[in-house]
T-cell receptor
Framework: QKEVEQNSGPLSVPEGAIASLNCTYS??????FFWYRQYSGKSPELIMS????GDKEDGRFTAQLNKASQYVSLLIRDSQPSDSATYLC?????????????FGAGTRLAVHP | KAGVTQTPRYLIKTRGQQVTLSCSPI?????VSWYQQTPGQGLQFLFE???????NKGNFPGRFSGRQFSNSRSEMNVSTLELGDSALYLC??????????FGPGTRLTVT
């Protein structure tokens, strides 16, 4: 079983809709969770971090964490074509590896006009 | 504030050669982590340096090594290059635990 799992997509949504991206992780002890956006040919860009159960909102982005279910999600409201990218979920490993992130394979999002 | 910089941006090497990549973190960031990104394996952690000490290491062979200087700049070295080392090598810097900011990467092609 992979440590961090994401649906590879592509997830196709119309402009203006809500895009919902999901991620599950294998180890219950993981403490920190991140969403990165990566445009084709570019490096990952940090868009959200979440550390405790519940929702965290930043502009059009909402991260949701449920540690009991080992599940973290990212909602993008009012999706725009410029949101089309690969979204990477990352978690810190259970052994508390400071700045060691374990990444999922990423979900490709396509927002069509 | 300037972002993370990496040099060179592109590199072509031959099997058996060695390569050194450089990373300058965001000013004030003391932690530098290195990752390898390939289409098949995704983003994988190589190692992390903090205050000139390797603090974490991923599951890569000893051919992959790194170091950090007193100004927090970091280098990684890959010796005896193999075709499978062709990848995008990303450096990330951090001032707080775990929130990492990536540089543009070095695209290494091994022929």
């Amino acid at each position: 079983q992979k440590e961090v799992e994401q649906n590879s997509g592509p997830l196709s949504v119309p402009e203006g809709a809500i895009a919902s991206l999901n991620c599950t992780y294998s180890d219950r002890v993981s403490q920190s969770f991140f969403w990165y956006r990566q445009y084709s040919g570019k490096s990952p860009e940090l868009i959200m971090s979440i550390y405790s159960n519940g929702d965290k909102e930043d502009g059009r982005f909402t991260a949701q964490l449920n540690k009991a279910s080992q599940y973290v999600s990212l909602l993008i409201r009012d999706s725009q074509p410029s949101d089309s990218a690969t979204y990477l979920c990352a978690v810190t490993p259970p052994e508390g590896g400071y700045n060691k992130l374990i990444f999922g394979a990423g979900t490709r999002l396509a927002v069509h006009p | 504030k300037a972002g993370v910089t990496q040099t060179p941006r592109y590199l072509i090497k031959t099997r058996g050669q060695q390569v050194t990549l450089s990373c300058s973190p965001i000013s004030g960031h003391r932690s530098v982590s290195w990752y390898q990104q390939t289409p098949g394996q995704g983003l994988q952690f190589l190692f992390e340096y903090f205050s000139e000490t390797q603090r974490n290491k991923g599951n890569f062979p000893g051919r992959f090594s790194g170091r950090q200087f007193s100004n927090s700049r970091s280098e990684m070295n890959v010796s005896t290059l193999e075709l499978g080392d062709s990848a995008l090598y990303l450096c990330a810097s951090s001032s707080t635990p775990s929130e990492q900011y990536f540089g543009p990467g070095t695209r290494l092609t091994v022929t």
